[in-house]
T-cell receptor
């Protein structure tokens, strides 16, 4: 199984809503990542987890809250988002200290 | 600040020809340089990586070249096929204590394969 599964695939939320994005992998990877990608732009790193501990936070606003409850799961909790937060949110995983990352298909988020 | 970028936003290649995609980087402290392919509606797919202590690495139909003197990375695709049409990103990063797992992507090149 070399798959990273992200749910939901599409999400529309209001600026006062609270929602969560989920990411799951069963490859035994101990590094997991959240990226944000706008149309026709490269993915931008948001967070990195290493062995379930947050190792990188790229100065992401607090309305995005990551969580890694176990080695297979990664969540991104969303609260009070702005329309400019609309984007494709990508989750990835890799073996620790291995740059070969596996990406999910992403969650297409629209904030209205 | 440090950045990774690409010289060409779009590359049109005839089927069967070789493709060369270029990338300039500025962070000489990166341990790894990576190429990803992203097809429409999908997440990026790893193609190949090269460590900073190497200058060439070959995979299946692909070769990555690293020139640390001029901070330049390239991806060569042999005998380009229609399925190679996608956006190609270079990325750089590593596992130093204060930047563990910090991989940042360049701007991307759209490769269009024509019959």
């Amino acid at each position: 199984d070399t798959e990273v599964t992200q749910t939901p695939k599409h999400l529309v939320m209001g600026m006062t809503n609270k929602k969560s994005l989920k990411c799951e992998q069963h490859m035994g990877h101990r590094a997991m990542y959240w990226y944000k990608q706008k149309a026709k732009k490269p993915p931008e790193l948001m967070f990195v987890y290493s062995y379930e501990k947050l190792s990188i936070n790229e100065s992401v606003p607090s309305r995005f809250s990551p969580e890694c409850p176990n080695s297979s799961l990664l969540n991104l909790h969303l609260h009070a988002l702005q329309p400019e937060d609309s984007a494709l949110y990508l989750c990835a995983s890799s073996q620790a200290r291995n740059p070969e990352a596996f990406f999910g298909q992403g969650t297409r988020l629209t904030v209205v | 600040g440090e950045s990774v970028g690409l010289h060409l936003p779009t590359l049109s290649v005839q089927e069967g020809d070789n493709s060369i995609i270029n990338c300039a980087y500025s962070n000489s402290a990166s341990d790894y340089f990576i190429w990803y392919k992203q097809e429409s509606g999908k997440g990026p797919q790893f193609i190949i990586d090269i460590r900073s202590n190497m200058d060439k690495r070959q995979g299946q139909r692909v070769t990555v070249l690293l020139n640390k003197t001029v901070k330049h990375l390239s991806l060569q695709i042999a005998a380009t096929q229609p399925g190679d049409s996608a956006v190609y990103f270079c990325a750089e990063g590593g596992y130093k204590t204060d930047s563990w797992g910090k991989f940042q992507f360049g701007a991307g090149t759209q490769v269009v394969v024509t019959p």
